[in-house]
């Protein structure tokens, strides 16, 4: 069945670093969906890409979609303390959404 | 809009006992799912529904059980609880399978 692998599993930066997660699919997709999920809370989604070599921005957010659409990243600027999360990539197959174990980001002061 | 709602928010069972857990969403959404989240192995599908009377088997089913009698509610049933059920459960809703998922808040449930 489709496999969706994300890296780091996770990553403790120091605030004003950059991070990146990384998202590889074993099949095509349709769309990639990125997803926050704070400690305590539940997913909220953050964005679809759909379109093959897609880059998005949400503000210090940059998301990209892999030319293959096999593969995704999610790349934060000058990371904040309101960062601090767990980033899930989910990937739409033939007829399945499939999430990644996700990335854990903890931002120190 | 309330959106997706789920209770409890916390359950502790033993071993043995059955339980329903609850999920409700007002957006009209025909696609409904249950995942359960364990440390260090993301959201696993558990069952899903893609409407009123239809519903399907995810990575995960065994010893859970679903039904969809209306559009609005979705609710998972443990059988015969086993400390392994021990985890998160979140309910999400959208208006396809490979749309924007809308997670509930999540039920924590332990069985002892």
């Known amino acids: 069945g489709q496999q969706v692998m994300q890296i780091p599993q996770y990553q403790h930066v120091q605030e004003g670093e950059d991070f990146t997660t990384y998202c590889n699919s074993s099949?095509?997709?349709?769309?990639i969906q990125w997803y926050k999920q704070r400690p305590g809370g539940h997913p909220v989604f953050l964005i679809q890409?759909?379109?093959?070599?897609e880059v998005k921005k949400q503000k210090r957010l940059t998301f990209q979609f892999g030319e293959a659409k096999k593969n995704s990243s999610l790349h934060i600027t000058a990371t904040q303390t309101t960062d601090v999360g767990t980033y899930f990539c989910?990937?739409?197959?033939?007829?399945?959404?499939?999430f990644g174990k996700g990335t854990m980001l903890l931002v120190s002061p | 809009n309330a959106g997706v709602t789920q209770t409890p928010k916390f359950q502790v069972l033993k071993t043995g006992q059955s339980m329903t857990l609850q999920c409700a969403q007002d957006?009209?959404?025909?696609?409904m799912s249950w995942y359960r989240q364990d440390p260090g192995m993301g959201l696993r599908l558990i069952h899903y529904?893609?409407?009123?009377?239809?519903?399907d088997q995810g990575e995960v089913p065994n010893g859970y059980n679903v039904s969809r009698s209306t559009t609005e509610d979705f609710p998972l049933r443990l059988l015969s609880a086993a400390p392994s059920q021990t985890s998160v459960y979140f309910c999400?809703?959208?208006?396809?399978?490979?749309?924007?998922?809308?997670f509930g808040p999540g039920t924590r449930l332990t069985v002892l």
């Open positions: 989910a990937g739409a197959g033939y007829s399945t959404l499939t």
């Open positions: 957006m009209n959404h025909e696609y």
């Open positions: 890409l759909v379109k093959s070599g």
């Open positions: 999400a809703s959208s208006s396809g399978w490979a749309n924007e998922q809308f």
């Open positions: 099949t095509t997709l349709s769309n």
């Open positions: 529904s893609v409407g009123a009377g239809i519903t």
